[in-house]
């Protein structure tokens, strides 16, 4: 039974790697998603506007001959 536990295939290894990456990914991918919704619901609350300080192009097309 001990000899079983001795030898691990690399390709079991790089499969666990990516496994673990792929979950660290997800999970930090929903925390920001989560923390970007709760700071969007804590400065509506508030009565702060995110984009007060940031210029905005007109959406005005010109066309030149």
Do not use: C, H, W
Not at 28 to 42: E, N, Q, T, V, W
């Amino acid at each position: 039974m001990r000899g079983l536990l001795l030898y691990i295939d690399p390709s079991v290894t790089t499969y666990l790697i990516q496994a673990i990456a792929g979950a660290a990914i997800a999970v930090g991918a929903g925390l920001a998603i989560y923390f970007r919704s709760a700071r969007k619901k804590i400065n509506d609350r508030l009565g702060i506007d995110e984009n007060r300080n940031k210029e905005v192009e007109s959406e005005d097309i010109e066309f030149k001959e």
